[in-house]
């Protein structure tokens, strides 16, 4: 059952890396203004919701999400687990990875950038503020649980 857990924790990693590749040209729109045709000198004008700034947040965060996972996914492979303990790494990898993925995007929207509930030095508490904190908690605590049994883990034969 390991072995299974291992494989899907990779494919969520996976699936992660492509949503910061689609993310990477949502960034890259949001940086022209559109999308370009290049080489044919063609722009698509339209306004992407949010920043640059965040877009990137989500790309670049997504990618070492899925990187992370698919070394977890990896990792788990060298330890022995039982089936319980294997399954909460994975599930605490991946509530870990799409929790951040809702992190980034909705803390794009945020005043306050979602490292709070109530309203911070970076600006006002808002929906979208709401919804970036409590994925980002749960995901932070299933996180540190899936690394600490993956190092309590005796290694495998």
């Known amino acids: 059952m390991q072995r299974h857990y291992s494989i899907s924790l990779i494919r969520h990693g996976l699936a992660a890396i492509l ?5 990477g040209f949502v960034l890259i729109f949001s940086m022209l203004g559109g999308a370009s045709l290049s080489p044919i000198p063609v722009l698509i004008e339209f306004t992407v919701p949010g920043s640059t700034a965040g877009w990137r947040t ?3 965060g997504m990618m070492m999400n899925g990187i992370m996972a698919v070394a977890l996914g990896c990792a788990m492979r060298a330890v022995y687990l039982n089936d319980t303990q294997g399954f909460r790494v994975f599930m605490g990898t991946i509530i870990a990875v799409w929790a951040n993925f809702m992190f980034y995007l909705f803390g794009m929207f945020a005043p306050n950038r979602g490292l709070t509930l109530e309203s911070n030095v970076l600006g006002e508490a808002s929906l979208a503020g709401a919804l970036a904190f409590f994925p980002a908690l749960i995901g932070a605590v ?3 649980y899936a690394v600490i049994s993956m190092l309590r883990a005796e290694p495998s034969d």
């Open 19 to 23: 949503v910061s590749l689609v993310t």
């Open 58 to 60: 989500v790309h670049i």
């Open 142 to 144: 299933t996180l540190f």
